[in-house]
Protein backbone atom coordinates (compact mmCIF):
# COMPACT_ATOMS: atom_id res chain seq x y z
CA UNK A 1 0.00 0.00 0.00
CA UNK A 2 1.75 3.19 -1.33
CA UNK A 3 0.81 6.15 1.28
CA UNK A 4 2.85 8.50 -1.23
CA UNK A 5 2.83 8.38 -4.86
CA UNK A 6 4.70 9.79 -7.27
CA UNK A 7 3.08 8.28 -10.35
CA UNK A 8 4.93 9.95 -13.23
CA UNK A 9 8.56 8.01 -12.99
CA UNK A 10 10.19 10.82 -14.68
CA UNK A 11 10.37 14.09 -16.06
CA UNK A 12 12.23 16.08 -18.77
CA UNK A 13 11.92 19.95 -19.00
CA UNK A 14 14.49 22.58 -20.78
CA UNK A 15 16.81 24.71 -18.81
CA UNK A 16 15.20 28.11 -17.89
CA UNK A 17 11.58 26.25 -17.68
CA UNK A 18 9.91 25.34 -14.65
CA UNK A 19 9.55 22.27 -13.62
CA UNK A 20 6.72 20.61 -11.95
CA UNK A 21 6.90 17.32 -9.48
CA UNK A 22 4.21 16.16 -8.34
CA UNK A 23 3.44 14.03 -5.24
CA UNK A 24 -0.13 12.38 -3.90
CA UNK A 25 -0.50 10.96 -0.46
CA UNK A 26 -3.51 8.90 0.99
CA UNK A 27 -2.88 9.16 5.17
CA UNK A 28 -4.48 11.78 6.52
CA UNK A 29 -2.49 12.00 9.31
CA UNK A 30 0.45 12.84 7.65
CA UNK A 31 1.60 16.16 9.01
CA UNK A 32 4.67 17.56 7.07
CA UNK A 33 5.95 17.32 3.87
CA UNK A 34 9.67 16.96 2.44
CA UNK A 35 10.67 16.69 -0.95
CA UNK A 36 14.79 15.28 -0.87
CA UNK A 37 17.31 15.33 -4.14
CA UNK A 38 19.27 12.33 -4.88
CA UNK A 39 22.04 11.72 -6.77
CA UNK A 40 23.06 8.04 -7.98
CA UNK A 41 25.18 6.09 -5.29
CA UNK A 42 24.57 8.89 -3.07
CA UNK A 43 22.00 9.88 0.18
CA UNK A 44 19.16 12.05 -0.60
CA UNK A 45 19.46 15.67 0.32
CA UNK A 46 16.70 17.63 1.50
CA UNK A 47 15.31 20.38 -0.41
CA UNK A 48 12.20 22.01 1.22
CA UNK A 49 9.65 21.09 3.56
CA UNK A 50 6.34 22.19 4.59
CA UNK A 51 4.28 21.87 7.09
CA UNK A 52 0.09 21.23 7.29
CA UNK A 53 -0.79 24.51 8.35
CA UNK A 54 0.53 26.10 5.51
CA UNK A 55 -0.13 25.71 1.48
CA UNK A 56 2.90 27.12 0.40
CA UNK A 57 6.97 27.29 1.24
CA UNK A 58 9.40 28.78 -0.80
CA UNK A 59 13.42 28.96 -0.92
CA UNK A 60 14.62 30.14 -3.21
CA UNK A 61 13.85 28.67 -6.62
CA UNK A 62 12.59 25.91 -5.32
CA UNK A 63 8.77 26.31 -4.06
CA UNK A 64 6.28 23.44 -2.37
CA UNK A 65 2.62 24.25 -2.48
CA UNK A 66 0.06 21.89 -0.35
CA UNK A 67 -3.51 21.30 -1.01
CA UNK A 68 -4.76 19.07 1.91
CA UNK A 69 -8.27 18.64 0.85
CA UNK A 70 -6.76 17.14 -2.57
CA UNK A 71 -3.78 15.08 -0.41
CA UNK A 72 -1.54 16.75 -2.61
CA UNK A 73 1.57 18.52 -2.91
CA UNK A 74 3.77 19.83 -5.59
CA UNK A 75 7.78 20.82 -6.25
CA UNK A 76 8.21 23.94 -8.57
CA UNK A 77 11.55 24.11 -9.68
CA UNK A 78 12.21 27.80 -11.65
CA UNK A 79 14.25 28.28 -13.39
CA UNK A 80 15.38 24.60 -13.72
CA UNK A 81 19.07 24.13 -14.37
CA UNK A 82 20.72 21.06 -15.87
CA UNK A 83 22.45 21.17 -12.04
CA UNK A 84 18.93 20.03 -10.73
CA UNK A 85 19.08 16.58 -12.84
CA UNK A 86 18.27 14.02 -10.31
CA UNK A 87 15.91 11.90 -8.71
CA UNK A 88 13.37 13.94 -6.42
CA UNK A 89 11.43 11.84 -3.61
CA UNK A 90 8.65 13.75 -1.95
CA UNK A 91 8.30 11.91 1.91
CA UNK A 92 5.68 12.47 4.51
CA UNK A 93 5.75 11.94 8.15
CA UNK A 94 2.74 12.45 10.77
CA UNK A 95 4.67 14.88 12.82
CA UNK A 96 6.50 17.55 12.33
CA UNK A 97 9.82 17.05 13.86
CA UNK A 98 8.93 14.28 15.91
CA UNK A 99 11.08 11.12 15.57
CA UNK A 100 8.46 9.20 13.53
CA UNK A 101 9.50 7.02 10.60
CA UNK A 102 9.40 9.20 7.50
CA UNK A 103 7.48 7.60 3.92
CA UNK A 104 9.17 8.05 0.82
CA UNK A 105 7.35 8.09 -2.56
CA UNK A 106 9.16 5.95 -5.26
CA UNK A 107 10.68 9.00 -6.50
CA UNK A 108 10.88 11.32 -10.19
CA UNK A 109 13.72 11.20 -12.48
CA UNK A 110 14.04 15.01 -13.33
CA UNK A 111 16.33 15.83 -16.50
CA UNK A 112 17.39 19.64 -17.20
CA UNK A 113 18.55 19.69 -20.83
CA UNK A 114 20.68 22.91 -21.47
CA UNK B 1 24.23 21.68 8.94
CA UNK B 2 24.66 18.37 10.67
CA UNK B 3 26.46 15.63 8.85
CA UNK B 4 26.14 11.62 8.89
CA UNK B 5 29.10 9.70 8.13
CA UNK B 6 28.05 6.39 6.62
CA UNK B 7 30.70 3.79 5.55
CA UNK B 8 31.38 2.21 3.48
CA UNK B 9 30.31 4.12 0.55
CA UNK B 10 30.77 0.71 -1.72
CA UNK B 11 31.09 -3.12 -0.46
CA UNK B 12 31.78 -6.31 -2.31
CA UNK B 13 31.29 -9.44 -0.58
CA UNK B 14 31.01 -13.12 -0.81
CA UNK B 15 27.41 -15.08 0.11
CA UNK B 16 27.77 -16.40 3.45
CA UNK B 17 29.65 -13.37 5.57
CA UNK B 18 28.63 -10.84 7.70
CA UNK B 19 29.22 -6.61 6.20
CA UNK B 20 28.69 -3.97 8.91
CA UNK B 21 27.58 -0.92 7.73
CA UNK B 22 28.11 2.52 10.12
CA UNK B 23 26.51 6.15 10.36
CA UNK B 24 28.27 8.23 12.65
CA UNK B 25 26.60 11.82 13.54
CA UNK B 26 28.96 14.32 13.35
CA UNK B 27 28.56 17.18 15.95
CA UNK B 28 25.53 16.41 17.03
CA UNK B 29 24.07 13.64 19.25
CA UNK B 30 21.54 11.20 17.85
CA UNK B 31 19.19 9.83 19.81
CA UNK B 32 17.26 7.94 16.99
CA UNK B 33 18.76 6.65 13.29
CA UNK B 34 16.65 5.06 10.61
CA UNK B 35 18.26 2.32 8.58
CA UNK B 36 17.01 2.42 4.70
CA UNK B 37 17.36 -0.47 1.80
CA UNK B 38 16.96 1.20 -1.86
CA UNK B 39 16.37 -1.28 -4.65
CA UNK B 40 16.28 0.04 -8.08
CA UNK B 41 13.76 2.71 -9.43
CA UNK B 42 12.13 1.78 -6.00
CA UNK B 43 11.14 3.90 -2.88
CA UNK B 44 13.74 4.30 -0.02
CA UNK B 45 11.92 1.55 2.54
CA UNK B 46 12.38 2.26 6.26
CA UNK B 47 13.82 -1.30 7.53
CA UNK B 48 14.40 -0.40 11.11
CA UNK B 49 14.48 2.52 13.71
CA UNK B 50 17.56 2.56 16.15
CA UNK B 51 16.89 3.98 19.63
CA UNK B 52 20.76 4.62 21.77
CA UNK B 53 20.51 2.23 24.60
CA UNK B 54 17.34 0.13 23.66
CA UNK B 55 16.41 -2.62 20.80
CA UNK B 56 16.31 -1.39 17.69
CA UNK B 57 12.43 -1.72 16.02
CA UNK B 58 12.36 -3.18 13.09
CA UNK B 59 9.26 -2.61 10.09
CA UNK B 60 7.13 -5.41 9.24
CA UNK B 61 8.68 -8.23 7.11
CA UNK B 62 12.26 -7.42 7.95
CA UNK B 63 14.53 -10.03 9.95
CA UNK B 64 16.08 -8.66 13.03
CA UNK B 65 18.06 -11.98 13.01
CA UNK B 66 19.55 -11.10 9.69
CA UNK B 67 19.65 -7.34 10.07
CA UNK B 68 21.66 -6.14 13.22
CA UNK B 69 21.15 -3.07 13.88
CA UNK B 70 23.25 -1.53 17.27
CA UNK B 71 23.13 2.04 18.71
CA UNK B 72 25.63 1.98 21.57
CA UNK B 73 26.15 5.52 21.63
CA UNK B 74 24.63 8.61 20.82
CA UNK B 75 27.02 9.46 17.77
CA UNK B 76 27.20 6.01 16.05
CA UNK B 77 24.44 3.53 14.71
CA UNK B 78 26.31 0.23 13.09
CA UNK B 79 24.05 -1.99 10.81
CA UNK B 80 24.84 -5.80 10.08
CA UNK B 81 24.25 -7.76 7.59
CA UNK B 82 24.65 -11.28 8.37
CA UNK B 83 25.59 -14.04 6.30
CA UNK B 84 24.69 -12.24 3.02
CA UNK B 85 22.70 -13.90 0.17
CA UNK B 86 23.02 -11.94 -3.37
CA UNK B 87 19.05 -10.71 -2.65
CA UNK B 88 20.39 -8.51 0.05
CA UNK B 89 22.72 -6.42 -2.47
CA UNK B 90 20.95 -3.54 -2.14
CA UNK B 91 21.56 0.56 -1.06
CA UNK B 92 21.68 0.96 2.59
CA UNK B 93 21.10 4.79 4.26
CA UNK B 94 21.14 5.72 7.47
CA UNK B 95 19.36 8.66 8.87
CA UNK B 96 19.21 10.85 11.82
CA UNK B 97 16.72 13.25 12.82
CA UNK B 98 18.10 16.63 14.11
CA UNK B 99 16.84 19.22 16.06
CA UNK B 100 15.50 22.29 14.29
CA UNK B 101 16.79 20.60 11.22
CA UNK B 102 14.73 17.75 9.95
CA UNK B 103 15.80 14.65 8.87
CA UNK B 104 19.97 14.16 7.21
CA UNK B 105 21.10 11.05 5.33
CA UNK B 106 24.25 9.63 5.16
CA UNK B 107 25.31 9.15 1.94
CA UNK B 108 25.12 5.42 1.65
CA UNK B 109 26.18 2.26 1.08
CA UNK B 110 26.01 0.21 -2.36
CA UNK B 111 26.09 -3.73 -1.14
CA UNK B 112 27.19 -6.24 -4.01
CA UNK B 113 26.91 -9.61 -2.24
CA UNK B 114 28.47 -12.44 -5.21
Known amino acids: DQQVKQNSPSLSVQEGRISILNCDYTNSMFDYFLWYKKYPAEGPTFLISISSIKDKNEDGRFTVFLNKSAKHLSLHIVPSQPGDSAVYFC?????????????FGKGMKLTVNP | GAVVSQHPSRVICKSGTSVKIECRSLDFQATTMFWYRQFPKKSLMLMAT?????????EQGVEKDKFLINHASLTLSTLTVTSAHPEDSSFYIC??????????FGSGTRLTVV
Open chain 1, 91 to 103: AASPARGGSEKLV
Open chain 2, 50 to 58: SNEGSKATY
Open chain 2, 95 to 104: SARVSGEGYT
